[in-house]
Nanobody, 122 residues
Framework: VQLVESGGGLVQAGGSLRLSCAASGFTFAEYAIGWFRQAPGNEREFVAAVTWAGGYTYYADSVKGRFTISRDNAKNTVYLQMNSLKPEDTAVYYC????????????????WGQGTQVTVSS
């Protein structure tokens, strides 16, 4: 099982980034996918989640209206489009796979990627 995030980087406040999460080694279409983030000194926090077929999406209040999660099951990939980025969005972003649709707790996800750094400068 492998989840590999990409697309992180350094961006100015107000800018955009698109993160990707490429999955392999399991039946991707049978799993809900979540994005989490962790800033230095903080606990890992929920960002967004999408159900198996992409029909339902869930967002943390802090990113609602700015971030969009989507998935392409044909490519075994989930995306996180991040717009209007703020310095407080700076964190390592992780994707995770689980079988609880819309789950917001880390413990509901069994597979995790290694993370990708997002840094937003003011």
């Amino acid at each position: 099982v492998q989840l590999v995030e990409s697309g992180g980087g350094l961006v100015q406040a107000g800018g955009s980034l698109r993160l990707s999460c490429a999955a392999s080694g399991f039946t991707f279409a049978e799993y809900a996918i979540g994005w989490f983030r962790q800033a230095p000194g903080n606990e890992r926090e929920f960002v967004a989640a999408v159900t198996w077929a992409g029909g339902y999406t869930y967002y943390a209040d802090s990113v609602k209206g700015r971030f969009t999660i989507s998935r392409d099951n044909a490519k075994n990939t989930v995306y996180l489009q991040m717009n209007s980025l703020k310095p407080e969005d700076t964190a390592v972003y992780y994707c995770a796979a689980g079988q609880v649709p819309g789950a917001r707790r880390s413990r509901d996800y069994g597979y995790w990627g290694q993370g990708t750094q997002v840094t937003v400068s003011s």
